[in-house]
């Protein structure tokens, strides 16, 4: 059971409240520093080699991450390299909400630079002071510094932040107390993030068994001459994509001005997972300007949205019509009484179909495929009623598995907001941790 300390004091700052009365109220600047990033011009970029550049990217959940590096080829002073134990901070972005994102760096990242958008506080007291960084307490002062405008934690400001310090030897037992209970809960957090995926791999396999030998266990199968399909029903057709499409709308061209409020321009971020996500991108058009693509083809209900490129296969069924569609989405729909628009959709997303797809795509930078290639990829067609019996089934399925992963995710969600909560009171002395508990 977590205890609280015998006597507390008015901290004199409304966000921190009390504090241990043994505790003293203090300002960044006079146990750390401050440093800003150094700028560098496209001229010192190398490739893969060189000095690292922390940026805001590199900072993903709390960790280190290296997926997308930067590297340059510059003096650079001793003074902008970050040192073990530096709290790297993202201090300027163009999403609010990344403003304040840390990480500590350890010995394996001792000795590369950062970029100007980031700050490093440096301090001997770095191992209680981190837990700070990733407390309520630093994200709420955070946050009164943000504008509309400016989207910056500037030195000036880090440095005047306050912050509520113990006496060393309770710096080291809060710090190795949040170490052990944040492992725990990274580790738990771990576990249904795995679940997640299992759960998605879960939904892959019902729709890839679904759509490629249907939803009977007792039907006949014959061999489908094709490597990667297999064994079909013995009912079922092999026929060019292309050969059932009622319509195929390719939406390339002039892409009309954006405007702030409008019609709502799907792009090809926002296909995704066999819906339309329409927080993923947010753009829209005016209506009149839009006409000109929009009269290729208006879209209707259900219609299938497939993107062409960046990303590549990507499938929806259009759920509102009050849309425009931007480039890289082709629209199709089925033939009536042939080819059923969800059962399509599906056929689209199983592995047999994106196999096919990526033999025929091309590009350099991004993978793509023209609309010429279309009618070379293959669609597995079984009679249309068994078609839509196939959708609902997979629709069902994958509610199911859908309503488990809501709730997956739901458990992260309080268990990132445990994390959070149990450092801002640690880090604040509102508990006492079992460490210090005689």
Not at 36 to 62: A, K
Not at 198 to 214: C, D, F, S
Not at 238 to 261: A, F
Request: hydrophobic residues 40%; aromatic residues 8%; contains cysteine.
């Amino acid at each position: 059971m977590i205890e609280r300390h015998e006597k507390y004091k008015n901290s004199g700052i409304a966000w921190l409240g009390e504090i241990p009365e043994h505790w003293e109220v203090i300002k960044l600047k006079y146990i750390g520093e401050s440093i800003i990033g150094m700028t560098y011009s496209p001229d010192d970029v190398v490739p893969n080699q060189g000095t690292l550049v922390l940026r805001s990217s590199n900072i993903q959940d709390g960790k280190l991450s290296l997926n997308d590096c930067v590297y340059i080829q510059k003096d650079i002073p001793d003074k902008l390299r970050v040192k073990k134990g530096d709290i790297l901070i993202c201090s300027r972005n163009g999403s609010r909400a990344l403003i304040g994102k840390n990480i500590t760096i350890d010995e394996a990242t001792e000795g590369q630079t950062f970029g100007a958008f980031m700050t490093v506080f440096r301090t001997e007291l770095s191992e209680f002071v981190s837990k700070y960084f990733n407390s309520q307490v630093f994200n709420g002062q955070s946050g009164l510094f943000l504008t509309a405008t400016i989207n910056q934690l500037t030195i000036n400001t880090i440095n005047n932040f306050f912050i509520a310090l113990p006496h060393p030897e309770e710096q080291g037992a809060i710090a190795a107390f949040l170490d052990r209970k944040t492992a725990e809960i990274d580790e738990l957090i771990a576990q249904k993030e795995r679940l997640i995926e299992l759960y998605e791999e879960e939904k892959t396999a019902i729709i890839n068994e679904a759509v490629t030998k249907g939803i009977n266990p007792d039907v006949k199968l014959k061999p489908s001459g094709i490597d990667w399909l297999g064994d079909i029903p013995e009912h079922w057709q092999i026929v060019p994509m292309t050969k059932y499409l009622d319509s195929i709308v390719d939406y390339r061209g002039r892409t009309p001005k954006k405007i702030d409020t409008g019609l709502f321009l799907v792009t090809a971020k926002n296909i995704k997972g066999g819906i339309i996500d329409y927080s993923l991108s947010e753009e829209y058009v005016d209506r009149l300007d839009a006409q000109s693509l929009l009269d290729r083809g208006t879209p209707e209900i259900g219609d299938v949205l497939f993107t062409t490129e960046a990303p590549l296969g990507e499938v929806a069924n259009i759920d509102r019509e009050d849309i425009a569609l931007a480039q890289r989405v082709i629209k199709f729909r089925g033939k009536e009484k042939v080819l059923d628009n969800y059962f399509l959709k599906y056929w689209l997303m199983c592995n047999s179909f994106q196999q096919d797809l990526y033999t025929y795509a091309t590009g350099s930078t991004a993978l793509g495929i023209k609309a010429s290639k279309l009618p070379k990829l293959l669609l597995l067609l079984p009679p249309l009623e068994e078609q839509r019996a196939i959708a609902a089934y997979i629709e069902k399925e994958c509610a199911r598995i859908d309503a488990k992963i809501a709730k997956t995710k739901r458990i992260i969600e309080l268990q990132k907001e445990y994390r959070t909560a149990l450092i801002s009171e640690a880090v604040t002395g509102k508990i006492k941790v079992p460490e210090l508990v005689a």
